[in-house]
């Protein structure tokens, strides 16, 4: 997690002057979103590992999404609804009596959501995302559900 922020960090410095740029965290993951123009951003999502070990076993998750993102006011007003589309991923190993499985998932969505200003740089936010669910995995072949996310946090702006 620290390196991982270290790395946001990072890329943050090396960019230009002229974007807003925001680090946030919410519920089991870190993202970096970064206007690129007035009304638009991309966001970048790493959902936090989970795992858990019990006797005989054990599993380990991890995601990662991509998101554009349309801004419907200014980020000078105290709400910023917004709406966009993903495009997420995730992996999970898993090992029990001996047996282990392995699953990789594609979760394309549409979403909604909205920043709320606490101060010029600190923004509380909220979304819920809705699509299909698609997984691939060992002894299970592919299977698809619909799905709803929702994803509650705080972001940093930089610029």
């Known amino acids: 997690m620290k390196k991982t922020l270290l790395s946001i ?39 936090l590992p989970l795992a858990a070990a019990f006797d005989g076993g054990g ?3 991890v995601s990662g999404d991509v998101s554009y993102l349309r801004h419907t006011s ?3 007003e105290s709400v910023q609804p917004y709406y966009g589309g993903t495009l997420g991923l995730f992996g ?16 394309p969505s549409v979403l909604g959501g909205a920043n709320v200003n606490v101060t010029d740089q600190v923004s509380l936010f909220g979304e819920l995302g809705v699509g299909p669910r698609v997984v691939f995995g060992t002894g299970i072949g592919a299977d698809w559900s619909f799905g709803v996310g929702a994803r509650l946090g705080v972001n940093y702006k930089f610029r």
């Open 92 to 107: 999970l190993f898993a090992t029990g009596g001996g047996n282990s499985a392995g699953a990789l998932g594609v979760f």
């Open 59 to 61: 599993f380990v998750t």
């Open 9 to 47: 960090l990072a890329l943050t410095t090396l960019s230009t002057a002229g974007a807003s740029e925001k680090i946030g965290a919410y519920l089991l993951g870190v993202q970096y979103e970064r206007d690129t123009n007035a009304t638009d951003s991309v966001r970048f999502g790493l959902g």
């Open 74 to 76: 200014p980020d000078t």
